[in-house]
Protein backbone atom coordinates (compact mmCIF):
# COMPACT_ATOMS: atom_id res chain seq x y z
CA UNK A 1 0.00 0.00 0.00
CA UNK A 2 1.28 3.25 -0.67
CA UNK A 3 1.88 5.80 2.02
CA UNK A 4 0.37 8.50 2.89
CA UNK A 5 1.83 11.75 1.32
CA UNK A 6 2.95 14.10 4.25
CA UNK A 7 4.29 18.07 2.84
CA UNK A 8 5.80 20.27 5.35
CA UNK A 9 3.23 22.50 6.75
CA UNK A 10 3.45 25.59 9.30
CA UNK A 11 1.01 25.77 12.34
CA UNK A 12 -1.65 28.61 11.43
CA UNK A 13 -4.95 30.31 12.16
CA UNK A 14 -7.77 29.39 9.86
CA UNK A 15 -7.44 33.22 9.25
CA UNK A 16 -4.01 32.86 7.28
CA UNK A 17 -4.85 29.00 6.07
CA UNK A 18 -8.92 28.95 5.42
CA UNK A 19 -8.04 25.43 3.38
CA UNK A 20 -6.86 22.63 5.55
CA UNK A 21 -6.93 18.81 4.19
CA UNK A 22 -6.07 16.05 6.55
CA UNK A 23 -6.05 12.46 5.45
CA UNK A 24 -7.84 12.91 1.99
CA UNK A 25 -7.78 9.63 0.21
CA UNK A 26 -9.38 8.34 -3.06
CA UNK A 27 -10.92 5.01 -4.16
CA UNK A 28 -12.24 3.31 -6.91
CA UNK A 29 -15.97 2.07 -5.90
CA UNK A 30 -15.72 -1.31 -7.36
CA UNK A 31 -13.04 -3.04 -6.19
CA UNK A 32 -11.28 -0.47 -3.58
CA UNK A 33 -8.92 0.42 -5.29
CA UNK A 34 -6.33 3.31 -3.68
CA UNK A 35 -6.53 6.36 -6.50
CA UNK A 36 -4.95 9.04 -4.30
CA UNK A 37 -3.07 8.20 -0.82
CA UNK A 38 -4.36 9.96 2.20
CA UNK A 39 -2.91 13.45 1.69
CA UNK A 40 -2.11 16.42 3.81
CA UNK A 41 -2.48 20.00 2.40
CA UNK A 42 -2.92 23.79 3.50
CA UNK A 43 -4.14 26.39 0.79
CA UNK A 44 -3.23 29.98 2.53
CA UNK A 45 -5.17 33.30 1.55
CA UNK A 46 -3.41 35.13 -1.89
CA UNK A 47 -1.31 31.65 -2.35
CA UNK A 48 -1.23 29.57 -5.29
CA UNK A 49 -0.38 26.43 -5.03
CA UNK A 50 1.04 23.60 -7.94
CA UNK A 51 0.01 19.77 -7.90
CA UNK A 52 2.13 17.82 -9.91
CA UNK A 53 2.92 14.08 -10.47
CA UNK A 54 2.95 11.73 -12.88
CA UNK A 55 -0.04 10.89 -15.26
CA UNK A 56 -2.87 8.53 -13.26
CA UNK A 57 -1.64 10.07 -9.86
CA UNK A 58 -4.71 11.23 -8.86
CA UNK A 59 -4.08 14.55 -9.20
CA UNK A 60 -7.54 15.54 -10.67
CA UNK A 61 -9.27 12.98 -7.82
CA UNK A 62 -7.56 15.42 -5.37
CA UNK A 63 -9.35 18.73 -6.94
CA UNK A 64 -12.44 16.51 -7.00
CA UNK A 65 -12.58 15.31 -4.01
CA UNK A 66 -11.77 18.69 -2.02
CA UNK A 67 -15.11 19.75 -2.72
CA UNK A 68 -17.42 16.54 -2.47
CA UNK A 69 -17.73 16.31 -6.63
CA UNK A 70 -16.16 12.95 -7.90
CA UNK A 71 -17.31 11.37 -10.66
CA UNK A 72 -19.37 7.99 -10.70
CA UNK A 73 -16.83 5.02 -9.44
CA UNK A 74 -15.17 6.70 -7.25
CA UNK A 75 -15.18 7.31 -3.42
CA UNK A 76 -13.35 9.05 -0.80
CA UNK A 77 -11.28 6.63 1.20
CA UNK A 78 -10.88 9.28 4.29
CA UNK A 79 -9.77 11.93 5.78
CA UNK A 80 -10.94 15.61 5.95
CA UNK A 81 -11.61 18.79 3.88
CA UNK A 82 -12.20 21.85 6.71
CA UNK A 83 -12.74 25.98 5.38
CA UNK A 84 -12.56 28.15 7.95
CA UNK A 85 -11.95 25.33 10.93
CA UNK A 86 -15.48 23.91 9.65
CA UNK A 87 -15.75 20.55 8.03
CA UNK A 88 -16.95 21.09 4.42
CA UNK A 89 -19.87 19.20 3.78
CA UNK A 90 -20.97 16.25 1.65
CA UNK A 91 -23.90 15.84 -0.96
CA UNK A 92 -26.08 18.68 -1.21
CA UNK A 93 -24.37 20.72 1.79
CA UNK A 94 -21.12 20.50 -0.84
CA UNK A 95 -23.10 21.93 -3.81
CA UNK A 96 -24.25 24.80 -1.99
CA UNK A 97 -21.13 25.45 -0.62
CA UNK A 98 -19.26 25.28 -4.08
CA UNK A 99 -21.62 27.78 -5.34
CA UNK A 100 -20.90 30.15 -2.36
CA UNK A 101 -17.03 29.43 -2.24
CA UNK A 102 -15.72 27.78 -5.73
CA UNK A 103 -14.64 28.57 -8.97
CA UNK A 104 -13.60 25.51 -11.06
CA UNK A 105 -11.59 24.93 -14.28
CA UNK A 106 -11.31 20.96 -15.78
CA UNK A 107 -9.08 19.54 -18.11
CA UNK A 108 -11.62 19.61 -20.89
CA UNK A 109 -13.62 22.71 -20.45
CA UNK A 110 -14.75 22.76 -23.85
CA UNK A 111 -16.74 19.86 -23.22
CA UNK A 112 -18.21 21.63 -19.73
CA UNK A 113 -19.55 25.07 -21.79
CA UNK A 114 -22.82 25.05 -23.43
CA UNK A 115 -22.22 24.76 -27.46
CA UNK A 116 -25.10 27.19 -28.30
CA UNK A 117 -24.80 29.77 -25.53
CA UNK A 118 -22.28 33.02 -25.87
CA UNK A 119 -19.45 33.93 -24.52
CA UNK A 120 -21.05 36.71 -22.51
CA UNK A 121 -23.99 34.23 -21.36
CA UNK A 122 -21.56 31.77 -20.42
CA UNK A 123 -19.40 33.84 -18.65
CA UNK A 124 -21.58 35.81 -16.88
CA UNK A 125 -24.27 32.61 -15.81
CA UNK A 126 -23.77 32.51 -12.15
CA UNK A 127 -23.49 36.81 -11.85
CA UNK A 128 -25.97 38.64 -10.19
CA UNK A 129 -27.09 41.99 -9.73
CA UNK A 130 -27.92 44.77 -13.02
CA UNK A 131 -27.73 43.12 -16.86
CA UNK A 132 -25.08 46.80 -17.29
CA UNK A 133 -23.38 45.49 -13.79
CA UNK A 134 -23.49 41.92 -15.50
CA UNK A 135 -22.09 42.86 -18.97
CA UNK A 136 -19.52 45.02 -16.86
CA UNK A 137 -18.04 41.99 -14.97
CA UNK A 138 -18.37 40.13 -17.92
CA UNK A 139 -16.12 42.21 -20.03
CA UNK A 140 -13.89 43.13 -16.75
CA UNK A 141 -12.57 39.85 -16.83
CA UNK A 142 -12.17 38.76 -20.55
CA UNK A 143 -10.48 41.94 -20.60
CA UNK A 144 -8.53 40.37 -18.04
CA UNK A 145 -7.45 37.31 -19.85
CA UNK A 146 -7.05 38.78 -23.03
CA UNK A 147 -10.00 37.48 -24.22
CA UNK A 148 -11.11 40.23 -27.70
CA UNK A 149 -14.59 42.09 -27.35
CA UNK A 150 -15.83 40.43 -30.66
CA UNK A 151 -15.74 37.36 -29.10
CA UNK A 152 -18.81 37.80 -26.61
CA UNK A 153 -21.03 37.39 -28.84
CA UNK A 154 -19.22 33.67 -30.42
CA UNK A 155 -21.56 30.70 -29.27
CA UNK A 156 -19.19 28.34 -26.91
CA UNK A 157 -19.11 25.39 -29.74
CA UNK A 158 -17.37 28.14 -31.92
CA UNK A 159 -14.22 28.33 -29.57
CA UNK A 160 -10.91 26.71 -29.68
CA UNK A 161 -9.20 24.50 -27.40
CA UNK A 162 -7.47 27.87 -25.90
CA UNK A 163 -10.36 30.27 -26.01
CA UNK A 164 -12.80 27.77 -24.40
CA UNK A 165 -10.01 27.22 -21.36
CA UNK A 166 -10.15 30.90 -20.57
CA UNK A 167 -13.52 31.30 -21.50
CA UNK A 168 -14.21 28.67 -18.34
CA UNK A 169 -11.75 30.53 -16.62
CA UNK A 170 -12.97 33.51 -16.67
CA UNK A 171 -16.48 32.16 -15.66
CA UNK A 172 -14.96 30.59 -12.94
CA UNK A 173 -13.10 34.19 -11.51
CA UNK A 174 -16.29 36.26 -12.60
CA UNK A 175 -17.93 35.74 -9.33
CA UNK A 176 -14.64 36.18 -7.31
CA UNK A 177 -14.08 32.67 -5.97
CA UNK A 178 -12.50 32.47 -2.42
CA UNK A 179 -10.89 29.08 -3.55
CA UNK A 180 -9.98 28.28 -7.37
CA UNK A 181 -9.44 25.05 -8.72
CA UNK A 182 -7.86 24.57 -11.69
CA UNK A 183 -6.69 21.48 -13.64
CA UNK A 184 -4.18 21.78 -16.56
CA UNK A 185 -5.47 25.56 -17.31
CA UNK A 186 -2.66 26.10 -19.93
CA UNK A 187 -2.83 22.58 -22.16
CA UNK A 188 -4.26 24.84 -24.83
CA UNK A 189 -2.18 28.18 -24.39
CA UNK A 190 0.98 29.57 -26.21
CA UNK A 191 3.60 31.32 -24.05
CA UNK A 192 2.58 34.55 -24.49
CA UNK A 193 -1.06 33.62 -23.24
CA UNK A 194 0.13 31.49 -20.46
CA UNK A 195 1.96 34.46 -18.97
CA UNK A 196 -1.37 36.44 -19.17
CA UNK A 197 -2.89 33.45 -17.05
CA UNK A 198 -0.16 33.51 -14.55
CA UNK A 199 -0.81 37.03 -14.00
CA UNK A 200 -4.80 36.81 -13.75
CA UNK A 201 -4.49 34.08 -11.15
CA UNK A 202 -2.31 35.77 -9.73
CA UNK A 203 -4.00 38.89 -8.52
CA UNK A 204 -6.11 37.58 -6.39
CA UNK A 205 -5.01 38.94 -2.50
CA UNK A 206 -7.62 37.39 -0.85
CA UNK A 207 -8.03 34.05 -2.93
CA UNK A 208 -6.67 31.16 -2.80
CA UNK A 209 -5.73 29.11 -5.86
CA UNK A 210 -5.39 24.85 -6.34
CA UNK A 211 -3.95 23.91 -9.90
CA UNK A 212 -2.92 20.80 -11.13
CA UNK A 213 -0.49 21.20 -14.08
CA UNK A 214 2.92 19.61 -16.02
CA UNK A 215 3.45 23.10 -17.13
CA UNK A 216 7.00 24.25 -16.29
CA UNK A 217 6.10 27.88 -16.65
CA UNK A 218 3.19 27.53 -14.23
CA UNK A 219 4.90 25.01 -11.59
CA UNK A 220 8.14 27.97 -11.41
CA UNK A 221 4.88 30.91 -10.66
CA UNK A 222 3.63 28.80 -7.90
CA UNK A 223 4.12 29.79 -4.20
CA UNK A 224 4.14 26.13 -3.65
CA UNK A 225 4.55 22.43 -5.45
CA UNK A 226 2.93 19.02 -4.36
CA UNK A 227 4.38 16.26 -5.85
CA UNK A 228 2.72 13.29 -5.34
CA UNK A 229 5.08 11.31 -6.56
CA UNK A 230 7.54 12.26 -4.22
CA UNK A 231 6.58 13.93 -0.92
CA UNK A 232 9.99 14.97 -0.28
CA UNK A 233 10.95 18.33 -0.94
CA UNK A 234 13.28 21.15 -0.68
CA UNK A 235 12.60 24.90 -0.20
CA UNK A 236 13.31 28.52 -1.87
CA UNK A 237 12.02 31.70 -1.99
CA UNK A 238 9.19 32.49 -4.40
CA UNK A 239 9.12 35.74 -6.32
CA UNK A 240 6.43 37.32 -4.10
CA UNK A 241 8.98 36.43 -0.99
CA UNK A 242 7.67 33.89 0.70
CA UNK A 243 8.54 30.70 1.10
CA UNK A 244 7.61 27.81 -1.48
CA UNK A 245 8.51 24.09 -1.77
CA UNK A 246 9.98 22.45 -4.95
CA UNK A 247 10.51 18.83 -5.37
CA UNK A 248 13.75 20.03 -7.97
CA UNK A 249 14.14 23.54 -9.78
CA UNK A 250 11.93 23.75 -12.30
CA UNK A 251 12.96 25.53 -15.73
CA UNK A 252 10.81 26.84 -18.45
CA UNK A 253 10.89 25.97 -21.78
CA UNK A 254 10.98 28.37 -24.44
CA UNK A 255 8.38 27.41 -27.29
CA UNK A 256 9.92 27.25 -30.87
CA UNK A 257 9.62 29.69 -33.24
CA UNK A 258 10.04 30.43 -37.22
CA UNK A 259 13.30 32.00 -38.20
CA UNK A 260 14.34 33.11 -41.44
CA UNK A 261 16.43 29.66 -42.34
CA UNK A 262 13.91 26.74 -43.66
CA UNK A 263 13.94 23.75 -41.91
CA UNK A 264 15.89 20.84 -43.76
CA UNK A 265 12.82 18.74 -45.49
CA UNK A 266 13.40 14.74 -44.48
CA UNK A 267 14.90 12.91 -47.82
CA UNK A 268 11.01 11.60 -47.80
CA UNK A 269 9.43 14.59 -48.56
CA UNK A 270 11.29 14.18 -52.03
CA UNK A 271 9.16 11.25 -52.88
CA UNK A 272 5.13 11.48 -53.75
CA UNK A 273 3.41 12.54 -51.07
CA UNK A 274 1.13 9.94 -49.01
CA UNK A 275 -1.50 13.01 -48.73
CA UNK A 276 -1.14 16.15 -50.49
CA UNK A 277 -3.41 19.22 -49.52
CA UNK A 278 -3.61 21.99 -52.24
CA UNK A 279 -5.06 25.56 -51.56
CA UNK A 280 -7.11 24.83 -48.49
CA UNK A 281 -9.30 27.53 -46.87
CA UNK A 282 -10.69 27.05 -44.11
CA UNK A 283 -13.74 29.04 -42.52
CA UNK A 284 -15.48 29.66 -39.46
CA UNK A 285 -19.20 29.02 -38.80
CA UNK A 286 -20.35 32.21 -39.99
CA UNK A 287 -18.38 31.72 -43.05
CA UNK A 288 -15.52 33.98 -41.97
CA UNK A 289 -11.85 33.02 -43.45
CA UNK A 290 -9.82 31.42 -40.70
CA UNK A 291 -6.72 29.45 -43.05
CA UNK A 292 -5.97 30.60 -46.41
CA UNK A 293 -4.05 29.05 -49.42
CA UNK A 294 -2.96 26.00 -47.59
CA UNK A 295 -0.58 23.55 -49.35
CA UNK A 296 0.96 20.60 -47.58
CA UNK A 297 2.91 17.44 -48.79
CA UNK A 298 2.98 14.80 -46.08
CA UNK A 299 5.44 11.94 -46.86
CA UNK A 300 5.50 8.60 -45.39
CA UNK A 301 8.02 9.12 -42.53
CA UNK A 302 7.91 12.80 -42.63
CA UNK A 303 6.56 14.55 -38.92
CA UNK A 304 5.15 18.15 -39.85
CA UNK A 305 4.54 20.16 -36.65
CA UNK A 306 2.02 23.66 -36.91
CA UNK A 307 2.41 26.03 -34.24
CA UNK A 308 0.90 29.19 -33.91
CA UNK A 309 -1.09 31.58 -30.84
CA UNK A 310 -4.38 29.92 -29.68
CA UNK A 311 -7.34 30.34 -32.19
CA UNK A 312 -5.55 31.02 -35.00
CA UNK A 313 -7.02 27.51 -36.67
CA UNK A 314 -4.59 25.24 -36.28
CA UNK A 315 -7.54 22.80 -34.80
CA UNK A 316 -9.46 23.19 -37.81
CA UNK A 317 -6.74 22.80 -40.10
CA UNK A 318 -6.73 19.26 -38.79
CA UNK A 319 -10.40 18.69 -38.49
CA UNK A 320 -10.93 19.61 -42.15
CA UNK A 321 -8.08 17.09 -43.21
CA UNK A 322 -10.02 14.32 -41.34
CA UNK A 323 -13.33 15.36 -42.83
CA UNK A 324 -15.05 16.86 -39.58
CA UNK A 325 -14.99 20.47 -40.61
CA UNK A 326 -16.30 21.60 -44.37
CA UNK A 327 -13.89 23.74 -45.98
CA UNK A 328 -14.59 26.34 -49.03
CA UNK A 329 -12.32 25.79 -51.43
CA UNK A 330 -9.29 23.51 -52.32
CA UNK A 331 -8.41 19.78 -52.45
CA UNK A 332 -7.31 16.76 -50.24
CA UNK A 333 -5.16 14.08 -52.35
CA UNK A 334 -4.50 10.20 -50.81
CA UNK A 335 -1.59 8.37 -52.76
CA UNK A 336 -2.39 10.58 -55.45
CA UNK A 337 -6.45 9.90 -55.72
CA UNK A 338 -8.85 12.76 -54.13
CA UNK A 339 -9.74 12.27 -50.92
CA UNK A 340 -13.57 13.47 -50.25
CA UNK A 341 -14.15 16.34 -48.02
CA UNK A 342 -16.49 14.93 -45.74
CA UNK A 343 -15.81 11.76 -43.47
CA UNK A 344 -19.17 10.44 -44.36
CA UNK A 345 -18.10 10.44 -48.12
CA UNK A 346 -15.02 8.04 -47.68
CA UNK A 347 -15.02 4.68 -48.19
CA UNK A 348 -14.10 2.15 -45.15
CA UNK A 349 -9.50 2.34 -46.71
CA UNK A 350 -9.96 5.84 -47.19
CA UNK A 351 -10.95 6.38 -42.90
CA UNK A 352 -8.61 4.17 -41.84
CA UNK A 353 -6.02 5.94 -43.41
CA UNK A 354 -6.67 9.11 -42.03
CA UNK A 355 -7.03 9.12 -37.88
CA UNK A 356 -6.95 12.06 -35.59
CA UNK A 357 -5.72 11.94 -31.86
CA UNK A 358 -8.28 15.05 -30.75
CA UNK A 359 -7.31 17.96 -28.08
CA UNK A 360 -10.11 16.65 -25.86
CA UNK A 361 -10.25 13.03 -25.39
CA UNK A 362 -12.68 12.71 -23.23
CA UNK A 363 -15.19 14.07 -25.13
CA UNK A 364 -14.28 11.46 -28.38
CA UNK A 365 -14.39 8.15 -25.99
CA UNK A 366 -17.48 6.80 -25.58
CA UNK A 367 -18.28 6.48 -21.95
CA UNK A 368 -20.30 3.62 -22.07
CA UNK A 369 -17.00 1.12 -24.10
CA UNK A 370 -14.18 0.14 -21.28
CA UNK A 371 -10.96 0.79 -22.57
CA UNK A 372 -10.12 -2.48 -24.07
CA UNK A 373 -13.40 -2.89 -26.23
CA UNK A 374 -12.62 1.19 -27.60
CA UNK A 375 -8.81 -0.04 -29.03
CA UNK A 376 -10.40 -3.14 -30.28
CA UNK A 377 -13.08 -1.61 -32.27
CA UNK A 378 -11.02 -0.37 -35.46
CA UNK A 379 -9.50 -3.81 -35.46
CA UNK A 380 -12.52 -5.19 -35.83
CA UNK A 381 -14.30 -2.36 -37.75
CA UNK A 382 -11.52 -1.64 -40.46
CA UNK A 383 -9.58 -5.18 -40.54
CA UNK A 384 -11.77 -7.78 -39.56
CA UNK A 385 -9.85 -9.29 -37.23
CA UNK A 386 -11.00 -11.66 -34.59
CA UNK A 387 -12.02 -11.62 -31.05
CA UNK A 388 -9.29 -13.20 -29.15
CA UNK A 389 -7.16 -11.60 -31.63
CA UNK A 390 -8.02 -7.96 -31.52
CA UNK A 391 -8.10 -8.54 -27.61
CA UNK A 392 -4.65 -9.56 -27.55
CA UNK A 393 -3.61 -6.80 -30.01
CA UNK A 394 -5.36 -3.90 -28.02
CA UNK A 395 -3.29 -5.00 -24.94
CA UNK A 396 -0.14 -4.41 -26.89
CA UNK A 397 -1.03 -0.73 -28.07
CA UNK A 398 -1.82 0.08 -24.39
CA UNK A 399 1.12 -1.33 -23.51
CA UNK A 400 2.80 0.77 -26.04
CA UNK A 401 1.57 3.74 -24.53
CA UNK A 402 2.51 3.14 -21.06
CA UNK A 403 -0.88 1.77 -20.18
CA UNK A 404 -1.15 -1.18 -17.63
CA UNK A 405 -3.31 -4.36 -18.88
CA UNK A 406 -6.05 -3.79 -16.23
CA UNK A 407 -6.70 0.01 -18.09
CA UNK A 408 -8.32 -2.24 -20.17
CA UNK A 409 -11.14 -2.85 -17.69
CA UNK A 410 -12.38 0.56 -17.28
CA UNK A 411 -14.01 3.08 -18.58
CA UNK A 412 -13.07 6.35 -19.49
CA UNK A 413 -14.86 8.36 -16.60
CA UNK A 414 -12.10 6.21 -14.63
CA UNK A 415 -9.03 7.19 -15.91
CA UNK A 416 -6.98 10.34 -15.75
CA UNK A 417 -6.48 12.96 -18.23
CA UNK A 418 -3.67 11.94 -19.48
CA UNK A 419 -4.59 8.18 -19.60
CA UNK A 420 -7.31 9.20 -21.73
CA UNK A 421 -5.14 10.63 -24.02
CA UNK A 422 -3.02 7.61 -24.53
CA UNK A 423 -6.17 5.51 -24.71
CA UNK A 424 -6.99 7.63 -27.88
CA UNK A 425 -3.99 7.49 -29.26
CA UNK A 426 -3.67 3.67 -28.99
CA UNK A 427 -6.89 3.48 -30.58
CA UNK A 428 -6.09 5.68 -33.63
CA UNK A 429 -3.00 3.66 -33.90
CA UNK A 430 -5.60 0.32 -34.09
CA UNK A 431 -6.34 1.16 -37.09
CA UNK A 432 -3.18 1.24 -38.66
CA UNK A 433 -3.14 4.61 -40.32
CA UNK A 434 -1.34 5.84 -42.94
CA UNK A 435 -1.10 9.55 -41.98
CA UNK A 436 -1.47 10.45 -38.01
CA UNK A 437 -2.79 14.11 -37.31
CA UNK A 438 -2.21 14.65 -32.95
CA UNK A 439 -3.79 17.60 -31.87
CA UNK A 440 -1.90 18.56 -28.40
CA UNK A 441 -0.76 14.85 -28.27
CA UNK A 442 1.12 15.63 -25.08
CA UNK A 443 -1.05 18.25 -23.05
CA UNK A 444 -1.98 15.98 -20.47
CA UNK A 445 1.29 13.88 -19.76
CA UNK A 446 4.01 14.07 -17.41
CA UNK A 447 7.19 14.60 -18.91
CA UNK A 448 8.27 11.08 -18.76
CA UNK A 449 5.30 9.71 -20.36
CA UNK A 450 5.47 12.67 -22.93
CA UNK A 451 9.05 11.58 -24.02
CA UNK A 452 7.54 7.59 -24.41
CA UNK A 453 4.92 8.55 -26.65
CA UNK A 454 7.10 10.76 -28.69
CA UNK A 455 9.56 7.91 -29.13
CA UNK A 456 6.97 5.88 -30.01
CA UNK A 457 5.68 7.90 -32.76
CA UNK A 458 9.61 8.54 -34.15
CA UNK A 459 9.67 4.29 -34.59
CA UNK A 460 6.23 4.29 -36.39
CA UNK A 461 8.03 6.61 -38.70
CA UNK A 462 10.32 4.63 -39.69
CA UNK A 463 7.92 1.87 -40.86
CA UNK A 464 6.38 4.72 -42.97
CA UNK A 465 3.75 6.74 -40.77
CA UNK A 466 3.09 9.94 -41.41
CA UNK A 467 2.51 12.73 -38.52
CA UNK A 468 0.97 16.17 -38.32
CA UNK A 469 0.94 17.64 -35.00
CA UNK A 470 -0.39 20.57 -33.83
CA UNK A 471 1.06 21.57 -30.80
CA UNK A 472 2.26 24.91 -27.99
CA UNK A 473 5.05 22.30 -26.51
CA UNK A 474 8.85 22.22 -27.86
CA UNK A 475 9.68 18.94 -26.87
CA UNK A 476 6.65 18.04 -29.58
CA UNK A 477 7.91 20.39 -32.56
CA UNK A 478 11.72 19.19 -31.88
CA UNK A 479 10.27 16.08 -32.82
CA UNK A 480 9.51 17.11 -36.04
CA UNK A 481 11.73 17.67 -39.43
CA UNK A 482 9.35 20.44 -40.37
CA UNK A 483 7.84 23.24 -38.76
CA UNK A 484 4.90 25.75 -39.73
CA UNK A 485 3.55 28.45 -38.21
CA UNK A 486 -0.14 30.04 -38.67
CA UNK A 487 0.62 33.84 -39.67
CA UNK A 488 -2.40 36.11 -40.76
CA UNK A 489 -4.49 32.55 -41.98
CA UNK A 490 -1.31 31.08 -43.73
CA UNK A 491 1.22 28.58 -43.06
CA UNK A 492 4.88 29.50 -43.29
CA UNK A 493 8.08 27.22 -42.76
CA UNK A 494 10.94 27.82 -40.42
CA UNK A 495 12.86 26.25 -37.56
CA UNK A 496 12.78 25.74 -33.77
CA UNK A 497 15.34 28.15 -32.86
CA UNK A 498 14.93 30.36 -29.89
CA UNK A 499 12.84 32.08 -27.73
CA UNK A 500 9.03 32.87 -28.29
CA UNK A 501 9.34 36.66 -29.16
CA UNK A 502 6.15 38.67 -27.48
CA UNK A 503 3.55 39.23 -29.86
CA UNK A 504 -0.17 40.44 -29.57
CA UNK A 505 -1.87 37.68 -30.76
CA UNK A 506 -5.68 39.59 -30.63
CA UNK A 507 -6.08 40.46 -34.12
CA UNK A 508 -5.25 36.40 -34.91
CA UNK A 509 -7.37 35.47 -31.62
CA UNK A 510 -10.53 36.80 -33.41
CA UNK A 511 -10.80 33.73 -35.66
CA UNK A 512 -11.96 30.66 -34.13
CA UNK A 513 -10.30 27.06 -34.55
Same mark, same amino acid.
Given at each position: ?36 ? #? ?11 A?V???? /? ?35 ? *?????? @????Y ?6 ? *? ?7 A ?9 S??N???R ?11 A?? *? ?8 G?? /? ?19 E?T? #???? /? ?35 ? /? ?9 ? %???R ?18 ? *??? #??G????? $? ?44 ? @? ?8 R ?42 G ?20 ? %? $? ?11 I ?19 ? @? ?21 ? #????? $? ?26 ? $? ?29
Open positions: MRQRVEHPIKSATSDSEPLVVTGLSVRRVGDGQLVLP #ATDLRLGAGEVVVGTSG /AGKSSLLHALVDSLPTGLRRGGGVVRWRGRPIPEGRA *ARRWRR @AHCGVGQDPIL *ALNPLWSVRLVGEQLSGRHRALVREVCDLLGLPEL *ASRRGGELSGQ /AQRVALARALATEPDVLLLDPS #ALDA /ATRRVIVEAVRARPDGCTLLVTHDPFLISAADRVVDL /ARPATVTRPSP %AGRSTLTRPSTVMSPPVRSSAA *APL #APHRTAP $LLAVQGLQVARPDGAPLLEDVHLDLAQGSWTAVLGPSGSGKTSLLY @AIVGRRARQGRLLLRGHPLPPDVRQRDREQRRAVQLVGQHPAGELNPAYRVVAVARPLAVLHGVGRRDRARE %A $LRLLGSVGLAAEAHRRPHALSGGQRQRVALAR @ALAARPGVLLLDEPTSALDRASA #AMVLD $LLDRLRNDGLAILSVTHDPTVAARADRV $LHVHHRRLFEGRTDGPLPHTDNRTEESDAR
